[in-house]
């Protein structure tokens, strides 16, 4: 095991280094996915509103962020936003800023789904009990909707752990350029270092995003059963 | 049997001159029906005349176009009626079974009481568990809809309509989706709440079950009362041709 490429992660502080990649990472991922979901609840019911202005910003948002790859995005905050308002944003807040509003907009789509997959009888056994609005939410169609919601829910964060492996290109040291390196660094020493820390990479991404589909499955079994 | 006369009790409901349009289609063209204390109603008539449209507009779930609904001495067709405070006192059940899935049984029955009424939980409680024994489901009450059959969820849907304590009971076509062998229990649940009184109106297919429970049958046809009569005379002489035609369909 002397020349063995896996020693590449003893060498300095390389194995260090990769866990605070994936702390940078999971930083941008999990606030992004914390914001950007309390956004999209918000988002997702005010698309059940009649009005049409309101109904038409919100497409328009989804619309945005599906149509215009993230990664533009990214560019136009980094690159264009900043220099239009003349501040000074780090890659870290803009990544964090860009998932937020890619996170919200989609979760609005799925809560908006959630709720309008609900049978209207539901709504009309409510009131016939005498339920304000406020209630009917609160008391019948949130918590049912939040059983839908689970699945797209766990596959939109895991969908944004792994994109934030885009915020390389704005400057940011995620876990993915602290991988690129080490084999950079170490090229010569360890000629098949690539393979190791890309293995490495591969299940740091997935202890982060594997908690995530198990509690989505137990969330399911539990109001399954 | 001595039949007494309910139509001398005080009058509950009064609908006058109600009109309902669905876009431009007429589907209640002008209804008058009285409604008193005690009394039940049994509507009938073929699909699509608008019996069900009628009693959802009896509290509140669809708007009308014209008349006027009078409940006690409120003017519910008043702009700033509390559709809430009404629908507490004139409880509903569906066709479709509606329980709250994520509810249990006795969760289902005491979200009204509690959250609408505010009422003491122990007290609320004693009296869902009194009206679950009563049909018969008090070992169902922490089991979800899920676990129950479709006769013994639409008794539970009684059930939390009832613990409302409303003064009205509206049926709207509750055995329709059940299957042939689970109607009865259901009825048999309305037969007795008649019995002890309660005011009902009460849309149904079963022919025999409204000769058994109404004090009178009302007939209605493409959006209008056609006859209101008593159901021994409905069934054995009605006044219109419409109402033979009905009754005819219905003898196999």
């Not at chain 2, 109404?214 to 159901?231: K, L, N, Q, Y």
Request: charged share 20%.
């Amino acid at each position: 095991m002397q020349n063995s490429a896996i020693n590449v992660f003893l060498e300095g502080k390389n194995f260090l280094r990769l866990l605070e990649g994936l702390l940078i990472t999971s930083k941008i991922a999990f606030i992004s996915i914390f914001l950007g979901t309390i956004l999209g609840i918000l988002i997702g019911l005010s698309r059940t509103t009649k009005l049409k202005i309101v109904l038409f910003i919100n497409r328009l948002f989804l619309e945005l962020f599906r149509i215009v790859p993230l990664l533009v995005w990214l560019y136009i905050f980094y690159f264009g936003v900043t220099t239009a308002l003349n501040i000074d944003l780090s890659g870290e807040i803009v990544s964090i800023i860009v998932f937020t509003l890619w996170g919200a907009a989609e979760m609005g789509d799925i809560v908006r789904g959630a709720l309008q997959s609900l049978p209207k009888h539901q709504i009309e056994s409510g009131k016939a009990l005498g339920l304000n609005t406020l209630e009917l939410y609160r008391y019948i169609l949130v918590p049912q909707a939040v059983r839908r919601m689970v699945p797209g829910t766990i596959n939109l964060a895991t969908r944004m752990i792994k994109t934030t492996s885009l915020v390389v290109l704005i400057g940011v040291t995620d876990l993915v350029k602290v991988g690129q390196q080490i084999i950079e660094t170490s090229r010569f020493q360890y000629p098949t270092a690539a393979f190791w820390v890309y293995a490495m990479i591969f299940i740091l991404y997935f202890i982060i995003c594997y908690p995530l589909s198990q509690i989505s499955k137990k969330l399911e079994r539990k109001w399954n059963s | 049997m001595i039949t007494i006369n309910k139509t001398n009790n005080p009058l509950l409901i009064e609908v006058k001159e109600l009109k309902k349009n669905f876009d431009d289609k007429e589907i209640l063209k002008g209804l008058n029906l009285s409604l008193h204390k005690g009394e039940v109603l049994v509507i009938l008539g073929p699909s699509g005349c608008g019996k069900s449209t009628f009693l959802r507009c009896l509290n509140g779930l669809e708007k009308i176009q014209g008349g006027q609904i009078i409940f006690k001495t409120k003017n519910l067709t008043d702009k700033n009626t509390n559709w809430q405070e009404v629908r507490e006192q004139i409880g509903m059940v569906f066709q479709n079974y509606e329980l709250f899935p994520h509810m249990t049984v006795i969760d289902n029955i005491l979200l009204g009481p509690l959250k609408v009424q505010k009422r003491d939980r122990s007290e609320a409680l004693a009296q869902a568990e009194h009206l679950l024994e009563r049909v018969g489901l008090l070992d169902r009450k922490n089991d979800y809809p899920r676990q129950l059959s479709g006769g013994q969820k639409q008794r539970i849907a009684i059930v939390r309509a009832l613990c409302m304590n409303p003064e009205v009971m509206l049926f709207d076509e509750v055995t329709a989706s059940l299957d042939p062998e689970m109607v009865r229990e259901v009825l048999d649940v309305i037969l007795n709440l008649a019995k002890e009184g309660m005011t009902m109106v009460i849309v149904t297919h079963e022919m025999s079950f409204a000769k058994s429970v109404a004090d009178r049958i009302v007939f209605m046809d493409e959006g209008r009362i056609c006859e209101i009569s008593d159901p021994k005379e409905f069934f054995t002489n009605p006044k219109t041709e419409r109402a033979k035609h009905f009754l005819n369909i219905f003898q196999y």
